[in-house]
Nanobody, 116 residues
């Protein structure tokens, strides 16, 4: 099993910044993808950004240019730097760890609230 522990959420004013962290532990695999997803009230969970262990990244159009995903493979940790936050970024943010056809683990979620 893989365990994910997220941190860094909170309340911030529009235009502000937050940094989320997610540390993975347990039965990890060297080749993997880690990412961030979010779910706003009444909406479906959606992809925010992903990063592979090889360094490839992918972003939702809504966060391109404002959010940056990064990894520290030695620490099995993924980060999400969120700048220029907007009220519509308010959601519960979930970390995900994926090894294709083998592992699909989710964190418990961390609340991000952006006030206008």
């Amino acid at each position: 099993q893989v365990q994910l522990v997220e941190s860094g959420g909170g309340l911030v004013q529009a235009g502000g910044s937050l940094r989320l962290s997610c540390a993975a532990s347990g039965r990890l695999v060297r080749i993997n993808t880690m990412g961030w997803y979010r779910q706003a009230p009444g909406k479906q969970r959606e992809l925010v950004a992903t990063a592979t262990s090889g360094g490839s990244t992918n972003y939702a159009d809504s966060v391109k240019g404002r959010f940056t995903i990064s990894r520290d493979n030695a620490k099995n940790t993924v980060y999400l730097q969120m700048n220029s936050l907007k009220p519509e970024d308010t959601a519960v943010y979930y970390c995900r760890y994926i090894v294709l056809a083998e592992i699909n683990a989710w964190g418990q979620g961390t609340q991000v609230t952006v006030s206008s």
